[in-house]
C-alpha cells in the first residue's frame, strides 16, 4: 500500500498548457519534496516544503504544502516540451523517507 | 552534485547468483539509503545505514543485506538473485539543513535478473 498516492498517474499536454498534480496521504510529515525525474537517470530535488499553507515558487512551478501538512501539489504554468519527466513526491518522517509512484507528465510541442 | 557513484550501473546476471550492488559518497554523510524503484510501486526503501556498521531495515529487505565498513561506502547484496529482483537501485544520501531532511540520489544501477 502507498503510503502517499499522486494523481495523475499519467498526464499528456501541449506545450503552454497548465497543469496540476496532487500527492496526498493520510499521514502527517515534518516535511514533504517534490522530485524530478528523466529517464535512466535518479531523481533531482526541486523543492522541499516544510511549514503548513507554505507556498514556493521555481520559475513556472508552484508547490504548495496542505495546512494539515499531509498533501502537496504542483502546479506547472505555460508547460514546455522541458518540464517532460517522472514527478515524484516523498514525504519525511526524521530519517524515514517515503515516495509516491510518481506522475508521469509528457508536454507535446 | 552530492558526490555519489554508484557501480556497476548495468548488470545482467542469471537466477541465483549472488550479486552486489557498490555505492560511494565523497561528502562524509552519516545517512545511505538503498531503494529500488519498479514501475507503479515508485522508489521504496530496501535498507539504510545510519554509520558505519549501523544499518537497518527498510520496508522490502527480504532478499537483500547491506554492509558499512567506511563512511563512504554502502554496498547492497542479493544473496541469491531472483528475477523479481530486476529493478533500478539508487543509493542516496541524506542531508539535514533548514528545511528538514532531504535526499541526494546517485544516477542509479541497473540490474536484470535472468
Known amino acids: 500500500t502507498q503510503l502517499l498516492k499522486q494523481s495523475p498517474q499519467f498526464l499528456s499536454i501541449q506545450e503552454g498548457e497548465n497543469l496540476t498534480v496532487y500527492c496526498n496521504s493520510s499521514s502527517v510529515f515534518s516535511s514533504l519534496q517534490w522530485y524530478r525525474q528523466e529517464p535512466g537517470e535518479g531523481p533531482v530535488l526541486l523543492v522541499t516544503v516544510v511549514t503548513g499553507g507554505e507556498v514556493k515558487k521555481l520559475k513556472r512551478l508552484t508547490f504548495q504544502f496542505g495546512d494539515a501538512r499531509k498533501d502537496s501539489s504542483l502546479h506547472i504554468t505555460a508547460a514546455q516540451p522541458g518540464d517532460t519527466g517522472l514527478y515524484l513526491c516523498?514525504?519525511?518522517?526524521?530519517?524515514?523517507?517515503?515516495f509516491g509512484a510518481g506522475t508521469r507528465l509528457t508536454v507535446k510541442p | 552534485d552530492a558526490g555519489i557513484t554508484q557501480s556497476p550501473r548495468h548488470k545482467v546476471t542469471e537466477t541465483g547468483t549472488p550479486v552486489t550492488l557498490r555505492c560511494h559518497q565523497t561528502?562524509?554523510?552519516?545517512?545511505m539509503y538503498w531503494y529500488r524503484q519498479d514501475p507503479g510501486h515508485g522508489l521504496r526503501l530496501i535498507h539504510y545505514s545510519y554509520g558505519v556498521k549501523d544499518t537497518d531495515k527498510g520496508e522490502v529487505s527480504d532478499g537483500y543485506s547491506v554492509s558499512r565498513s567506511k563512511t563512504e561506502d554502502f554496498l547492497l547484496t542479493l544473496e541469491s538473485a531472483t528475477s523479481s529482483q530486476t529493478s533500478v537501485y539508487f543509493c542516496?544520501?541524506?542531508?539535514?539543513?533548514?528545511?528538514?531532511?532531504?535526499?541526494?540520489f546517485g544516477e542509479g544501477s541497473w540490474l536484470t535478473v535472468v
Open positions: 542516496a544520501i541524506s542531508w539535514t539543513g533548514e528545511n528538514g531532511n532531504t535526499i541526494y
Open positions: 516523498a514525504g519525511a518522517k526524521w530519517n524515514d523517507m517515503r
Open positions: 561528502e562524509n554523510h552519516r545517512y
